[in-house]
């Protein structure tokens, strides 16, 4: 597909700025003939009609793949992290944003509670709220009768809270494309890449329906905000009113990243990483410290906003490059206006960029030097220090516990990225043929992406977008060329434009050696074998990778849509039954048990309690409190009697889960280390609690028989 062009007459009156990126190679070799505006225009709308249909099959495939959890188990929330989620959609959806944010949550870490609304990023809770009220308006106005799900009955907040990683998985799809459009300038890698992130397994792995957790919408926010600030930097040097427009814009979905999830320190470094190396490498301009100083400020006032963040953006570590680039590009700002009000030369305009910087440099260092002993700059947190450590060893047994914060291995590459792993190379070294201001985002993104996913495990959900991006310049690239610039120089051939008389300038060798490839290439006979070849490599390895690629997913997806809470089992006579224990007994325990029973179990099921069972827990997923936790590690690790003694002051009932795989038996060996984190005298001089746990053949060590957890299961 070609790639977009201004008018001529835009074209005509903006300024051709220093470095104008080449739309493809063709570019290097000659500019394309002129062709008759009638032909040029019907090409064009070829194009963009062929762009939009591949994006709608892009969508739909990127909803359909989304729903088998509804389609197989029906509207229900999955997991654990999304069961807290709900309850405070419903607190929300009950009474209102200023309740919200001052709900002191009582049923939760016993006896301490929990402040909700200072301590949750709502942006999921309050765009749930927001489509569901909205549905309900339409569907009263008669205006969503053709939606089945609507028409056959008010569409409730749960069935909400469930579609709400599917639709959104679709947006992150049209974003990524818009992205990579913006960034190659080619409709063929646009449609390539989003085609790829509809299905791809990193991405669905927190996106499929029912799997209501930050990161469903987050993705979305994500893509959004690197397309609109790369949209911010399109133009002349100048800033003009689109550089204004999307430079608010990318601050507004910046801000909406921040309220929907904790991972907008990616976003914002990100980001402000690109807006440096462009000032270092020789590419500042206005437009550039317009569109980035929009963004940040925007953006941190957006961040301020949302209580659980407040003032951090201007105090914590892992935010404070951004804030010095938007310090930096005004510092900058200032010197050039000097450089080109006194028409300074190179070697006085570099004296004076160094001198600003010099200047800058110890007026920051003066200010950490007061500020610093002070306190004010607030220590990197524990994961993020786990980002930069060797095997994201913390020092924390409750961080370092949890599975997701474990390296990535090779095959979860592999398993997350199936075909794509294999063409990423590709396009990252063809992105280096098209270089604009906004490519060297999609470098940055990749290097910070790759060293992330590498420490985190899930941090592999950020690997999906830029792979699908790399991707489509992959495929992009060699359907342009193969196709694309062939029909082009066909059209140009066929229905060229009237010749304008130019004076015969005398060429030199190189550029006659240029213009004779150049004809070469466009020769009818050679557009004619690079469509055949093109055909031929789309139709015997294309397709047949795509069709693998998407059944690998689809396969996956089956496995990832597992709710965890309930799950598919045989009888002997082979019938395909549902089994929903977990929630059968929490039900048990709203039922049978006073309303004001405070249960004590592992904090991996505190969500489930409270959003199901309806019940006081002792601990949760906020992990907030790890002295807390560790009592609990304690408790149930402890001998029977010891631990009675503990728990009957705290807890009612005791919950606890067995029959194999992952129940609490497996898990306690974590418990134990981490209890002995904060009481060290039950595994002395041994961190890792290696007595508490079984020989070889299932047979329990003596700590482990004692315990209470043994004794319950």
């Not at 579609?163 to 449609?191: I, K, R």
């Not at 996913?453 to 992009?476: E, F, Q, T, W």
């Amino acid at each position: 597909m070609p790639p977009r062009s201004r008018t001529a007459k835009a074209a005509a009156d903006e300024p051709v700025p220093r470095g104008k990126p080449s739309n493809s190679v063709d570019d290097l070799l000659e500019p394309m003939p002129p062709t008759q505006p009638r032909a040029k225009r019907l090409l064009t709308i070829v194009t963009v009609a062929a762009w939009l249909y591949a994006m709608s099959v892009a969508i739909g495939k990127a909803y359909d793949i989304r729903l088998h959890a509804i389609k197989t188990y029906g509207y229900v929330i999955h997991e654990f992290d999304p069961w807290f989620n709900y309850r405070a959609t419903e607190y929300l959806a009950a009474n209102g944003l200023r309740k919200f944010f001052t709900w002191f949550d009582r049923m939760a870490w016993y006896p301490l509670g929990r402040p909700v609304g200072t301590t949750i990023y709502p942006g999921m809770q309050m765009t749930s709220v927001f489509i569901w009220q909205t549905l309900g308006k339409l569907r009263e106005l008669g205006l969503l009768t053709w939606y089945a799900h609507v028409k056959k009955a008010p569409i409730s907040l749960n069935d909400v809270c469930c579609l709400v990683p599917a639709w959104f998985g679709a947006s992150a799809t049209v974003f990524l494309g818009l992205l990579t459009l913006e960034t190659t300038n080619s409709y063929a890698a646009s449609a390539c890449a989003a085609l790829c992130m509809a299905t791809v397994p990193a991405h669905l792995m927190r996106s499929v329906g029912g799997g209501y957790d930050n990161e469903s919408i987050a993705l979305t926010a994500m893509c959004a905000t690197f397309y609109l600030w790369c949209r911010s930097l399109r133009g002349p040097y100048e800033a003009s009113k689109h550089t204004y427009i999307y430079g608010v814009l990318a601050g507004l979905a910046y801000a909406y990243m921040v309220a929907a999830w904790g991972g907008f320190t990616f976003v914002v470094n990100a980001v402000g990483c690109h807006a440096f190396c462009l000032a270092v490498l020789g590419r500042y301009t206005e437009k550039l410290r317009v569109a980035y100083s929009l963004f940040y400020v925007v953006g941190t006032i957006g961040a301020i906003l949302v209580p659980v963040v407040g003032w951090r953006p201007l105090k914590d570590m892992e935010l404070l490059p951004p804030l010095l680039v938007f310090v930096g590009l005004q510092v900058q700002a200032r010197a050039m206006a000097y450089i080109r009000k006194n028409e300074c030369g190179l070697v006085k305009g570099f004296m004076v960029l160094a001198a600003h910087g010099v200047v800058l440099v110890a007026v920051l260092l003066g200010i950490g030097f007061v500020l610093y002993p002070r306190g004010y700059f607030g220590p990197p947190s524990s994961r993020v220090r786990g980002l930069f450590v060797k095997h994201t060893r913390t020092g924390n047994p409750l961080v370092d516990s949890v599975a997701e914060h474990q390296p990535t291995s090779k095959q979860a590459y592999t398993q997350y990225l199936s075909h794509a792993y294999d063409l990423v190379p590709y396009g990252l070294g063809l992105s280096l043929l098209r270089v604009s201001d906004a490519t060297p985002l999609i470098w940055i993104y990749f290097g910070i992406a790759y060293h992330f996913a590498n420490k985190m495990a899930r941090l592999m959900i950020l690997a999906g977008p830029i792979a699908s991006a790399l991707v489509g310049v992959a495929l992009g690239a060699a359907f342009d060329h193969g196709v694309l610039f062939s029909v082009q120089a066909l059209v140009a051939r066929f229905f060229p434009a009237a010749k304008e008389p130019t004076r015969k300038k005398k060429e030199k060798l190189p550029v006659k050696i240029r213009r004779g490839l150049a004809r070469t290439y466009r020769h009818p006979v050679v557009c004619i074998a690079r469509i055949a070849l093109a055909l031929y490599f789309a139709l015997y390895t294309v397709k047949p990778k795509y069709h693998d690629f998407l059944g690998y997913c689809n396969e996956l997806s089956e496995g990832l849509s597992q709710p965890s809470i309930m799950f598919k089992a045989r009888l002997r006579d082979g019938t395909e039954i549902i089994v929903d224990d977990y929630r059968e007994a929490y039900w048990w325990l709203r039922d049978h048990t006073p309303k004001d029973s405070r249960i004590l179990a592992w904090w991996d099921y505190g969500y489930q309690i409270t959003g199901i069972g309806e019940r006081t827990t002792l601990a949760d997923g906020n992990t907030w409190n790890h002295e807390h936790i560790a009592t609990l590690g304690y408790i149930l690790t402890s001998p029977e009697d010891q631990a009675h003694k503990i728990a009957k002051h705290l807890a009612d009932y005791v919950l606890v889960w067995a029959g194999g795989g992952g129940d609490d038996l497996a898990k306690s060996p974590h418990m134990a280390r981490i209890g002995n984190s904060i009481y060290h005298h039950f595994c002395p001089d041994d961190p890792t609690c290696q007595h508490f746990g079984f020989y070889q053949g299932g047979r329990p060590t003596p700590s482990m028989e004692a315990s209470l957890l043994y004794k319950l299961t």
